[in-house]
């Protein structure tokens, strides 16, 4: 069975930084892409960013310019560097990855808060 196991969330002030990892294990088929959503109370779901595994990136434009997304195929590991936390930012952070028989698998995520 696949599992992604997340970590490196926490509490920082604003303006401060986080990085998030996130590693696949399991009977795995290649992961196409990876990325990594967030989920604030009373909000919708909200993708943050993804990455191919050819390196290609998106980054939602709320963030883009602070967070890094980057992967290490070798060890089906993601990562998501945070930098210049806002408040607004707070939320849950989900790893998401996707294999070429179109399955799709879910962290269980992980707590990131910014406080003012």
């Known amino acids: 069975q696949v599992q992604l196991v997340e970590s490196g969330g926490g509490l920082v002030q604003a303006g401060g930084s986080l990085r998030l990892s996130c590693a696949a294990s399991g009977s795995i088929l290649r992961l196409i892409i990876m990325g990594w959503y967030r989920q604030a109370p009373g909000n919708q779901r909200e993708l943050v960013a993804t990455i191919t595994s050819g390196g290609r990136t998106y980054y939602a434009e709320s963030v883009k310019g602070r967070f890094t997304i980057s992967r290490d195929n070798a060890k089906n590991t993601v990562y998501l560097q945070m930098n210049s936390l806002k408040p607004e930012d707070t939320a849950v952070y989900y790893c998401?990855?996707?294999?070429?028989?179109?399955?799709?698998?879910w962290g269980q995520g992980t707590q990131v808060t910014v406080s003012p």
């Open positions: 998401d990855a996707h294999d070429l028989v179109g399955n799709a698998y």
